[in-house]
């Protein structure tokens, strides 16, 4: 979950926008209450990756204080640790004028440069917000001429392009969206003399080509609600591997007796293709009747939810159910407690686990992890003086739970495919445990901090540890306001031990913990102009996320943003 935080300036500056990348706790999601806290759920069984957020098209209709220019700064990559992206936005302060006249700048330009050779470019263009219309363009490039690791061996470049359009009516909205993305990187996690092979042995590219359409209502008290989004997604790699994923989902929601009684189907479908020296279909697809009650203390969410997995290459055709049971009181005040039971098949695809850990190697296997159930409790609210708390306990059981392990090639492979990583499942029922805890303070407006843990457990029954999955990691995130014109970001992030296999020994190898302490200090020069710092890995650990693929040291970016 990211949350959108807009905090009003005095003179000279209007509005910073915050895109903060909290990855708040996962809660679930219930009746309808008249008050601002909502609480979802979406709990995901994948790492989450560290993704970049940027709003590709903004409002189409709004009144002047909504009106935002955005820029976007470094995502570090290869994906390592997860890191919070702060996207200031700035607008046209009042300035003694009236507020409808003041103004927005909806383009920017970004220019930066770094150590390890980092060049960064960015280019964001969108038509008038005021027309029924709207279509952005963003181009975006990320590159570094040389790595942690045998200098141009562990470099990277990250580069997309896309165009997005909105068109809003009286009663519905479209959206539609296509993008290309190209990451180059290099497996330079490798144990042997870098003169024993050439350098592009081990470089590997993805091209990614996306396509995206969205239909739904807008209307004011429908008698039905509706939403229809579509995405078809191509994935290559230089290698032959080939994944082409068909994503759609429709959500109906009937309001029987309105803010006490809905009815609601979401169905969702998947159908997928991988190639990778054979053919394989894999589709999903799932339906979700339910049906929410709001007793204005009370609420309730009945539901079942029936999935069907197909697998040609592995035989698998097989529908299964789960009942889903949500129940929500409210205190007085801002209190909330939750409680309920769930259960999914989660889909594990080759652009999915790429995004968790790129440096898999060819012709992995692909199996969807069952939650045959979960249950879960916990409590969210707002203690007063701008203190705010998330708690969520949970237990549950998984089925082809999967790990990350090095590679260990056969007999007459390369040795340099160790620096490759396979996918192992357990395909014993794997019993875990997650408490995650989140505190969000603002005791005054220049200053915001949360902390956030997060806690798992793993029952042992396959493999003796939870290969490359942390069982403790913690962030502590601040945003500063210095003065209308100076604007700091500082995260630390704790990331706890985990276990790797060695390929040429098979002896237990512990990586350990870590801390990653970072920062960005954004000044802006006039309403146009801004110029940015930013550092990362500032204790300069070289740590391993991953067995043998050390991260950067310390590293940094200074650049300029220009918006018209």
Same mark, same amino acid.
């Given at each position: ?29 219930? %009746?309808?209450?008249? $008050?601002?806290?909502? &609480? @979802? ?9 560290? !993704?970049?957020? #940027? ?99 562990? %470099?990277?470049?990250? $580069?997309?392009?896309? &165009? @997005? ?9 479209? !959206?539609?969206? #296509? ?386």
């Amino acid at each position: 979950m990211k949350f959108l935080i807009q905090i009003n300036y005095k003179k000279h500056i209007s509005k910073f926008l915050f895109v903060v990348g909290l990855n708040l706790i996962i809660l679930p999601t219930f %009746a309808q209450i008249d $008050d601002d806290i909502i &609480i @979802t759920k979406d709990r995901k069984v994948e790492l989450p990756p560290a !993704n970049r957020v #940027f709003e590709k098209i903004p409002p189409v209709k709004s009144n002047s204080e909504d009106k935002q220019m955005k820029y976007t700064f470094f995502d570090r990559k290869p994906k390592g640790i997860e890191e919070v992206k702060f996207n200031p936005n700035v607008v046209q302060p009042n300035g003694g004028k009236k507020q409808e006249d003041a103004e927005s700048y909806n383009n920017y330009v970004t220019l930066g440069a770094g150590n390890y050779g980092r060049i960064l470019g960015e280019v964001f263009l969108n038509t008038n917000q005021e027309n029924n219309m709207v279509i952005g363009v963003h181009a975006y490039h990320n590159s570094t001429v040389r790595g942690p690791i045998d200098d141009k061996n562990s %470099a990277n470049m990250y $580069d997309k392009a896309e &165009i @997005t359009g909105k068109y809003l009516a009286q009663k519905f909205q479209v !959206n539609a969206g #296509f993008n290309y993305n190209r990451d180059q990187y290099y497996f330079y996690g490798y144990r042997r003399p870098r003169e024993e092979f050439d350098r592009k042995e081990i470089r590997q590219v993805l091209n990614t080509v996306q396509f995206n359409v969205g239909f739904e209502n807008t209307a004011p008290d429908p008698r039905v609600d509706y939403s229809l989004k579509t995405n078809l997604r191509s994935l290559k790699n230089i290698y032959g591997a080939q994944e082409t994923d068909w994503a759609s989902s429709f959500n109906v929601y009937f309001p029987i007796i309105k803010d006490k009684f809905i009815a609601i189907v979401d169905a969702d479908a998947f159908v997928t293709q991988r190639s990778d020296a054979e053919v394989d279909k894999r589709n999903l697809f799932r339906v979700k009747p339910s049906f929410k009650i709001n007793l204005n203390s009370f609420g309730a969410s009945i539901g079942y939810k029936a999935v069907n997995e197909f697998d040609e290459v592995k035989k698998i055709n097989q529908t299964k159910g789960f009942p889903t049971i949500e129940l929500t009181y409210k205190a007085p005040g801002l209190f909330y407690l939750f409680a309920g039971m769930d259960g999914d098949i989660v889909r594990n695809t080759l652009g999915s686990l790429l995004s968790e850990n790129p440096y898999l190697k060819s012709q992995v296997k692909l199996l969807n992890t069952e939650k045959s159930q979960e249950y879960y409790i916990g409590t969210k609210g707002d203690i007063g003086s701008g203190l705010s708390f998330n708690v969520r306990g949970a237990m549950g059981y998984y089925k082809n739970l999967y790990y990350f392990n090095n590679y260990t090639p056969d007999f007459g492979e390369a040795l340099g495919d160790t620096a490759k990583f396979t996918i192992m499942y357990d395909s014993l029922r794997t019993q875990y445990f997650n408490l995650v805890l989140q505190l969000n303070y603002q005791p005054v407006e220049m200053w915001r901090t949360y902390l956030r843990t997060d806690i798992n457990h793993y029952q042992r029954r396959s493999f003796e540890k939870p290969f490359h999955r942390p069982l403790f990691t913690a962030k502590w995130g601040n945003t500063i306001i210095v003065s209308d014109r100076f604007l700091a970001n500082i995260d630390l992030y704790y990331y706890g031990k985990t276990f790797a296999r060695n390929p040429s020994t098979q002896e237990l190898v512990t990586n350990k913990a870590f801390y990653d302490l970072n920062a960005e200090f954004d000044y802006l020069f006039s309403k146009q102009f801004t110029a940015f710092v930013k550092l990362n890995n500032i204790l300069g650990q070289k740590y391993e996320r991953f067995l043998y693929y050390q991260q950067q040291g310390l590293n940094f970016l200074v650049g300029v943003n220009f918006s018209f």
